[in-house]
């Protein structure tokens, strides 16, 4: 591999030339992006700039108008063939992170270990879910709640114990840590890097949180304009020459995130 340093960093989604549209909007026109294996990739970019849009087209659930999305390996923008493989390998949480109000967390946790794997005994089940649960930091006694029991980071973590159940290698996660108090969100950032860690995870992290980006993100991609204006790490990203980019990263809060950021690694 010497000689073949584009082979060296592995792309698990690649997407080329992407674009969407509603009806006479256009969200994405040509747009490019590689996530890398083993990367946490920080997602940003304006409110409607078209992150989870970006992000429903990478998982499939909406077809695009025009570009190819490679995922795994796998063709994703022509049709549903190995989507269900797909969707094992792959863990989600949106950003409503909706659990299903009715049933406890554990009973969520076990929603996709469900459909993934039907014919595991109840028990064993049961005892999978306890496990991710406390995987992600919440205690046993959590997993017998119903979600509106629950404070909103813990609702969180239910929600990324859920997305973690049958064991993906590609985490998405679009604002998991808005609404978070600073506290929260720092204690969940610091879960990701654990996890990630720990199972080997690809992360691809929608967030509009300058803390995370600085404390956990190897690489930020920035959306605008319809497209990936720029990628790379931090300190590249910074200099990028766009008025969003430059309003974003050098205003205040990103002086301080910097400051904390470089403080803490
Ligand atoms: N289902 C939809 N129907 C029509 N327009 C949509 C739909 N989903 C998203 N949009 C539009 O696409 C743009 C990008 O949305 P979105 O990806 O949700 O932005 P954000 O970057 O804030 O996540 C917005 O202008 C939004 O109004
Ligand atoms: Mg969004």
Redesign the pocket.
């Known amino acids: 591999m010497v000689n073949a340093p584009e082979q060296s960093v592995q792309s698990v989604v690649k997407v080329r030339g992407l674009r ?1 549209q ?2 006479s ?1 256009v ?1 994405h026109q040509g747009l490019d992006l590689d996530v890398r294996r083993g990367e946490i990739l920080g997602i940003v ?12 087209a990478i998982l499939g659930l ?1 077809p695009p108008q025009a570009g190819t999305i490679e995922v795994l390996g796998e063709r994703i923008d022509q049709g549903a063939s190995g989507r269900s493989l797909l969707r094992r390998r792959t863990g989600v949480l949106f ?1 409503d992170g909706a659990l299903f109000s009715s049933l406890t967390v554990r009973e969520n946790v076990e929603v996709p270990i469900k459909q993934h794997y039907p014919a595991m005994s109840d028990s064993l089940r049961r005892d999978l879910a306890r496990l991710k649960i406390r995987m992600v930091g919440l205690p046993v006694a959590a997993g017998a709640k119903l979600p509106s029991e629950l404070s909103g980071g813990m609702r969180k973590r239910a929600g990324l114990a859920r997305a973690l159940a049958v064991d993906p290698e590609l985490l998405f996660l ?2 998991p840590t808005a609404g978070l108090d600073p506290i929260g969100a720092a204690a969940f950032d610091e879960l990701l890097v654990t996890l990630r860690q720990a199972l080997g995870l690809t992360v691809f992290l ?1 967030t509009h949180d300058l803390d995370t980006l600085y404390a956990i993100c190897d690489r930020v991609a920035v ?1 605008g304009d319809g497209r990936i204006l720029v990628s790379g790490p931090l300190s590249e990203v910074e200099d990028f020459e766009h008025e969003w980019v430059q309003n974003y990263f050098h205003g205040p809060r990103a002086r301080a995130a910097r400051q904390a950021g470089r403080a803490g690694s």
């Open positions: 969407n509603f009806g909007t969200v970019g304006g409110s409607g700039s078209g992150k989870s849009v970006l992000m429903r909406r950003q679009d604002e929608i959306i």
